[in-house]
């Protein structure tokens, strides 16, 4: 199993660009969650989904879109890109968290927006 | 829903030192705890976890007691070494989210 893929590894983008962040995994989790990490700073959930077709906003959506169209893929949308999304992206996925399922994570995407 | 409070770091300690890093939490009923474990340029993966209250999560020489008297999960070891820096997270789940605290980031010098 390769487990959480993310790509890009690295992308700078400028003020106003759009992008997306890719995820993929192949264990069949029907949860994922996007998290961003400032630098020193713990995780924030941006967006999550506990199934294909199903997503509902984290602690911190502003600027942020995703969409599940599948069991395995993830995708988040930046739609204008501003500096305050400087930050790393990771995707996790698991099966049910409050059963005792952990989450398994992404190597991250380090964006930075000048 | 559920929150956790993690002792604030940089926790600072020489090699072979003794650990502890404290997490408290709330949460509805007994839910699973987790420790992850962030290494530098790297993702978090779990450390250890403890499915039910009086459980004791172990991996890696850290270990961590479910204790729901104290609603704590306190992670200890008994002699850190060099490798173990990081930033260890507390993270208690929340209806179908896992919530994660700010961290306490773990240098451990030679």
């Known amino acids: 199993n390769a487990g959480v893929t993310q790509t890009p590894k690295f992308r700078i983008l400028k003020i106003g660009q759009s992008m997306t962040l890719q995820c993929t995994q192949d264990m069949n989790h029907n949860y994922m969650y996007w998290y961003r990490q400032d630098p020193g700073m713990g995780l924030k959930l941006i967006y999550y989904s506990v199934g294909a077709g199903i997503t509902d906003k984290g602690e911190v959506p502003n600027g942020y879109n995703v969409s599940r169209s599948t069991t395995e893929d993830f995708p988040l949308r930046l739609e204008l890109a501003a500096p305050s999304q400087t930050s790393v992206y990771f995707c996790?996925?698991?099966?049910?968290?409050?059963?005792?399922?952990?989450?398994?994570f992404g190597p991250g995407t380090r964006l930075t927006v000048t | 829903g559920n929150s956790v409070t993690q002792m604030e770091g940089p926790v600072t300690l020489s090699e072979e030192a003794f650990l502890t890093i404290n997490c408290t939490y709330t949460a509805t009923g007994y839910p699973s705890l987790f420790w992850y474990v962030q290494y530098p340029g790297e993702g978090l993966q779990l450390l250890l976890k403890?499915?039910?209250?009086?459980d004791k999560g172990s991996n890696k020489g850290f270990e961590a007691t479910y204790r729901k008297e104290t609603t704590s999960f306190h992670l200890e070891k008994g002699s850190v070494q060099v490798s173990d820096s990081a930033v260890y997270f507390c993270?208690?789940?929340?209806?179908?989210?896992?919530?994660f605290g700010k961290g306490t980031r773990l240098h451990i010098l030679p």
């Open positions: 993270a208690p789940p929340s209806d179908d989210k896992i919530i």
């Open positions: 996790a996925s698991s099966y049910a968290p409050q059963q005792g399922y952990e989450q398994y």
């Open positions: 403890a499915t039910k209250a009086d």
